[in-house]
Nanobody, 120 residues
Framework: QVQLVESGGGLVQPGGSLRLSCAASGSIFSINSMGWYRQAPGKQRELVAA???????NYADSVRGRFTISRDNTKNTVYLQMNSLKPEDTAVYHCNVDGRLSTKQAFRSWGQGTQVTVSS
């Protein structure tokens, strides 16, 4: 009922930048938190950054100061600006959105993932 479409991944050299986008669509009544997780080969999925409906943000220690999460509530879209990328940032990045389909029904959806590869 809620679809997430991610874009912006790719191959970048160390020190480079990428911007990820994730647009939510469907029968959405409201959106609470929007965030980005990542999963590297052989590792567990981890939170990268999240942002609440009020604009409060939370970052993993490993990306704080390099990544910036933002959202456009008019477009139900969340962004992740990634600067000073490092090889250890290489992973599949997944968008996550939670909200409500109605006053009585909540939802939590995941995007299909977009590959980010940092390599020279």
């Amino acid at each position: 009922q809620v679809q997430l479409v991610e874009s912006g991944g790719g191959l970048v050299q160390p020190g480079g930048s990428l911007r990820l986008s994730c647009a939510a669509s469907g029968s959405i009544f409201s959106i609470n938190s929007m965030g980005w997780y990542r999963q590297a080969p052989g590792k567990q999925r981890e939170l990268v950054a999240a942002i609440t409906s009020g604009g409060s943000t939370n970052y993993a220690d490993s990306v704080r100061g390099r990544f910036t999460i933002s959202r456009d509530n008019t477009k139900n879209t969340v962004y992740l600006q990634m600067n000073s990328l490092k090889p250890e940032d290489t992973a599949v990045y997944h968008c996550n959105v939670d909200g409500r389909l109605s006053t009585k029904q909540a939802f939590r959806s995941w995007g299909q993932g977009t590959q980010v590869t940092v390599s020279s």
